[in-house]
C-alpha cells in the first residue's frame, strides 16, 4: 500500500487467506503477528472470516519473510 509510487515508506501486504481457514479457528493472525513482533517488524493487519492481510514496511519484506520462515510459516514473494 503506498500513498504514492515514489514513497519511501510504503507497505506491502503478505495474504494468508488462499485456502479459507474454518471461522471457528482461532488463532491464525497472532501465528503470523507474533514472530514478526518479536523481530521488532511493524505491522498494520486487517482481517475477516476467510483470510487476513498483514502489512509490512516495503523496506523490511524480505525480514518479514525471513522471520516468518523461521517460525514455520511457508512464504511466497
Known amino acids: 500500500m503506498r500513498r504514492d509510487d ?5 507497505w ?5 487467506g ?3 481457514h ?5 488463532g ?9 513482533a518479536a523481530g521488532a517488524l511493524p505491522v498494520w493487519t486487517a482481517a475477516s ?5 498483514v502489512l509490512v514496511p516495503a523496506g523490511r519484506l524480505e525480514e ?3 522471520v516468518l ?9
Open 64 to 66: 518479514a519473510a525471513a
Open 22 to 26: 474454518d471461522p471457528e479457528a482461532t
Open 6 to 10: 515514489g514513497a519511501e515508506d510504503g
Open 28 to 36: 491464525m493472525l497472532s501465528a503470523i503477528v507474533a514472530p514478526l
Open 69 to 77: 520462515r523461521r517460525a514455520g510459516h511457508q512464504v511466497a514473494l
Open 18 to 20: 488462499d485456502d479459507a
Open 49 to 53: 472470516y476467510d483470510g487476513d492481510l
Open 12 to 16: 506491502v501486504a503478505l495474504w494468508n
